[in-house]
Nanobody
Framework: QEHLEESGGGFVQAGASLRISCTIQ????????LGWFRQGSGKARENVAAITWRSGRTYYPDSMKGRFTISRDISKNTVYLQMNSLKSEDTAMYICAASRSAVAITENAADYWGRGTQVTVSS
């Protein structure tokens, strides 16, 4: 139903790459888009990327362009976030969110959330 499950987080060194996943329980997914957000300890949640489910259109805030790439695999009902050249400031809980009617680039656009997967980057 309205359940998202993230996986793939872990501890990596600065400069490394990591791909995290968000698996959607609802099959088929009836929403419009999914997004990745992140929240560092004691910090506000911020958008990382978003993608529309049907068309695969991607959206990124300016601060995320260049190193992070969002994608989806419809056959696996999964959204990915490929993270390259990771920096210590990327350390955060990465959370997947789904929107039924909008692009998930803001918290208000999200209708439900996953529990998150922790990414820790050493300097």
């Amino acid at each position: 139903q309205e359940h998202l499950e993230e996986s793939g987080g872990g501890f990596v060194q600065a400069g490394a790459s990591l791909r995290i996943s968000c698996t959607i329980q609802e099959r088929p997914f009836s929403g419009h888009s999914l997004g990745w957000f992140r929240q560092g300890s004691g910090k506000a949640r911020e958008n990382v990327a978003a993608i529309t489910w049907r068309s695969g259109r991607t959206y990124y805030p300016d601060s995320m362009k260049g190193r992070f790439t969002i994608s989806r695999d419809i056959s696996k009902n999964t959204v990915y976030l490929q993270m390259n050249s990771l920096k210590s400031e990327d350390t955060a809980m990465y959370i997947c969110a789904a929107s039924r009617s909008a692009v998930a680039i803001t918290e208000n656009a999200a209708d439900y959330w996953g529990r998150g997967t922790q990414v820790t980057v050493s300097s």
